[in-house]
């Protein structure tokens, strides 16, 4: 199981229609480049302690952030098969943790039984079962 942020369009920036920012939080401008927003989502990452997990980037064209309908943060889960298991409401009210737990255990179990083997167990050593 891989764990991925998606950095998509900055919910807040300085020249946005809601900047937010300081008090530990990144103040950053709205990237108009690829290279741009590279930098501020490793900004990001960094900032809001994220580092552990790896970190995709959309483009500035924000066909990612659009597709999943992600603005201004959503969590999901892609099964192996591409297929979408669990989306979230949109953030942050809709930002739920342990709904995406519940949905990653039963992703779990409903995978082992289609290759025939158990499902390895999670990063903190717990099996599904």
Known sequence: MQFFVVYIREAHPLDGTSPLGGGGMPIVED?????????????????????????????????????????????????????IVYQGGPGPGGFKPEELAAAIRAERVRSAGSDGRPPAPDRQGHSPH
Do not use: S
């Open 31 to 83: 990237p108009i480049t690829l290279e741009e927003r590279n930098g501020v989502a490793e900004v990001c990452m960094t900032r809001l302690a994220l580092e552990p997990m790896a970190a995709l980037v959309d483009g500035v064209d924000d066909a990612v952030g659009r597709a999943y309908a992600a603005h201004p943060d959503r969590l999901y889960l892609v099964g192996r098969d591409g297929r």
